[in-house]
């Protein structure tokens, strides 16, 4: 498996990410304002759940043009993806990023 990825990544060009992230930048700036703003007009924060989880999310999301009503599921899917692959996220972590989002 391991060999089948580098040899992926060798192919994936360079040029081709750095302008797919250059051209993502807005978007995402603009995602990060979206939801600080709805923290900051809730009143209150879970910087993993209400921010830190979703970012990805919903890069991930415009890059495969899902719709914004199905980024919570998709994050709760790549999480448990993840969850499954990798020991670096806590118990704790895994359960706040299954939950509900707020307002999503």
């Keep these: 498996m ?3 990825i580098a040899n ?3 192919r994936f060009p ?3 990410a750095v302008k797919l992230i250059t051209d ?3 978007r995402i700036r603009a995602t990060a304002n979206e939801l600080i703003d709805r923290c900051r007009t809730r009143g ?3 910087f993993i759940a209400d921010f830190a989880a ?3 999310a919903r890069v ?3 890059i495969l043009g ?3 009503a199905d980024i919570p599921e998709f994050t709760r899917h790549i999480y448990n993806l993840a969850r499954s692959l990798s020991s670096a996220f806590s118990s704790d972590d895994r359960s706040r990023a299954a939950k509900p989002q707020h307002g999503s």
């Design 24 to 26: 993502l930048r807005p």
């Design 66 to 68: 899902l719709p914004e």
């Design 14 to 16: 360079r040029a081709f």
């Design 44 to 46: 209150d924060m879970d």
């Design 8 to 10: 992926a990544a060798r």
């Design 2 to 4: 391991g060999r089948y």
């Design 60 to 62: 991930i999301s415009d």
């Design 54 to 56: 979703l970012i990805p």
